[in-house]
């Protein structure tokens, strides 16, 4: 297991720009996958970008394709999620996830460490 801790949320105007940041303990970091969820209020939560161990791989939701960008610094034990043009549906609490797997997933039941959140609230 890995311990995950975000940071970087906030209150921003539709259209700004803001970036996650989620530090991991231990020395294995470099072999997870890594994972960005959100959740808004009375909604399910919702993959939004993963990242292979090297860094080398991305995947992203539609939502948020073009917009954001999932990054990592595997000698920093940081994965960092930079969210551009947002918008008030990007409103939610945003997760860092990690999982040991060689491929890149979109269900959370494939992560198995999770951070506690940050709360990301875009006004209109």
């Known amino acids: 297991q890995v311990q995950l801790v975000e940071s970087g949320g906030g209150l921003v105007q539709a259209g700004g720009s803001l970036r996650l940041s989620c530090s991991a303990s231990?020395?294995?970091?470099?072999?997870?996958?890594m994972g960005w969820f959100r959740q808004a209020p009375g909604k399910e939560r919702e993959f939004v970008a993963t990242i292979s161990s090297s860094g080398g791989n991305t995947y992203y939701a539609d939502s948020a394709k073009g917009r954001f960008t999932i990054s990592r610094d595997n000698a920093k034990n940081t994965v960092y999620l930079q969210m551009n043009s947002l918008k008030p549906e990007d409103t939610a609490v945003y997760y860092c996830?990690?999982?040991?797997?060689?491929?890149?997933?979109?269900?959370?039941?494939?992560?198995?460490?999770w951070g506690q959140g940050t709360q990301v609230t875009v006004s209109s």
């Open positions: 231990g020395r294995t970091f470099r072999s997870y996958v």
């Open positions: 996830a990690a999982a040991r797997t060689v491929l890149l997933p979109a269900n959370g039941a494939d992560f198995g460490s």
